[in-house]
């Protein structure tokens, strides 16, 4: 599967961003998805992940309650609703696709190329 993530820019801190990615070669619904996320100098790190049906979504600590991870597997694409930004979630963001629920990087088979969400001060 082929992952395109867009959605990103420069924000200010307090406001949101919704970013999307788009699959294509094979359906989306076969497919766990994840998001993750790397900042300059960083280890990519976890930052949601949503099962096949929609009906079993995790986040990571540092997210939760500002990030929701959604999908339309009928549209092929998942988001990622990201509100009440802070200049600690400047990243870059990459969707990733995998056979099994994982908040580890080395579990997703396929990734997105990113797209960079600055949030300023």
């Known amino acids: 599967v082929q992952l395109q993530a867009s959605g990103g820019g420069l924000v200010q801190a307090g406001n949101s961003v919704r970013l999307s990615c788009s699959a294509s070669g094979r359906p989306l619904r076969s497919y766990v998805m994840g998001w993750f996320r790397q900042a300059p100098g960083k280890k990519r790190e976890f930052v949601a992940v949503?099962?096949?049906?929609?009906?079993?979504?995790y986040y990571a600590d540092s997210v939760k309650g500002r990030f929701t991870i959604s999908r339309d597997n009928a549209k092929n694409t998942v988001y990622l609703q990201m509100n009440n930004l802070s200049p600690e979630d400047t990243a870059a963001y990459y969707c990733?696709?995998?056979?099994?629920?994982?908040?580890?990087?080395?579990?997703?088979?396929?990734w997105g190329q990113g797209t960079l969400v600055t949030v300023s001060s």
């Open positions: 949503i099962s096949r049906s929609s009906a079993t979504a």
């Open positions: 990733a696709a995998t056979e099994m629920i994982s908040t580890t990087v080395a579990d997703y088979d396929s």
